[in-house]
């Protein structure tokens, strides 16, 4: 069975940047996934942050993307997120997800998902 | 870019009665790309719906989605005690790929 775990710091420093890692395990990273990064702020809702695909193609939220890398290592079985210049609006719960890449067309959900890690921003 | 409303921001119903969750896209989308998900208090959201209708692997049939264009339902029938949660609808436009989230509605105790 599929799982996803976040892991990183809990606590980063305004100006700082955040890295977290989500490492697979239960199957493979192949050329049929998407491995993507959610946030979501205390008591708000689910904002998407980006996707990679195995091969290393990256697509990020325009309004996120000039702070953020998302990068893989699939001999790891991980991908990992760093959103850099943090400020306090940057602590939220994110969570890593899966989503299968679609053989005739994309797929436009996420079908497994991290339990979530949160990251506080705070000096 | 575009943007999901969610009504009501809370639907306070008992066990046993029914819920209808709206999804309303700011412009005409296609339904093969609007989900829905449920997410419990510190847990991760749960695919329930994709495809506007088509429930995921393991989801009751008493949850149903429907809709097209710019509205879309999430229908659950017969609330159970563990259906108590919020709910989120989810966009994915796929030329850029962005994805968007609704801003959720709780369904909570009457």
């Known amino acids: 069975q599929l799982q996803l775990q976040e892991s990183g710091p809990g606590l980063v420093k305004p100006s700082e940047t955040l890295s977290l890692t989500c490492t697979v395990s239960?199957?493979?990273?192949?050329?049929?996934?998407?491995w993507g990064w959610i946030r979501q702020p205390p008591g708000k809702g689910l904002e998407w942050i980006g996707s990679?695909?195995?091969?290393?193609?990256?697509y990020y939220k325009p309004s996120l993307k000039s702070r953020v890398t998302i990068s893989v290592d699939t001999s790891k079985n991980q991908f990992s997120l760093k959103l850099s210049d943090v400020t306090a609006a940057d602590t939220a719960v994110y969570f890593c997800?899966?989503?299968?890449?679609?053989?005739?067309?994309?797929?436009?959900?996420?079908?497994?998902w991290g339990q979530g890690t949160l990251v506080t921003v705070s000096s | 870019e575009i943007v999901l409303t969610q009504s009501p921001g809370t639907l306070s119903l008992s066990p046993g009665e029914s819920a209808t969750l709206s999804c309303r896209a700011s412009e005409s989308v296609s339904y093969t790309y609007l989900a829905w998900y449920q997410q419990k208090p510190g847990q991760a959201p749960r695919l329930l719906i994709h495809?506007?209708?088509r429930r995921a692997t393991g989801i009751p049939d008493r949850f149903s989605g429907s809709g097209s264009g710019t509205d879309f339902t999430l229908t659950i029938s017969r609330l159970e005690p563990e259906d108590f949660a919020v709910y989120y609808c989810?966009?994915?436009?796929?030329?850029?790929?962005?994805?968007?989230f609704g801003p959720g509605t709780k369904v909570d105790f009457k």
């Open positions: 989810q966009h994915y436009g796929h030329s850029p790929p962005l994805f968007t």
């Open positions: 990679i695909y195995y091969s290393g193609s990256t």
């Open positions: 997800a899966r989503r299968e890449r679609g053989i005739v067309a994309p797929i436009g959900y996420f079908d497994s």
């Open positions: 495809a506007a209708s």
């Open positions: 239960g199957g493979s990273m192949s050329d049929s996934y998407y």
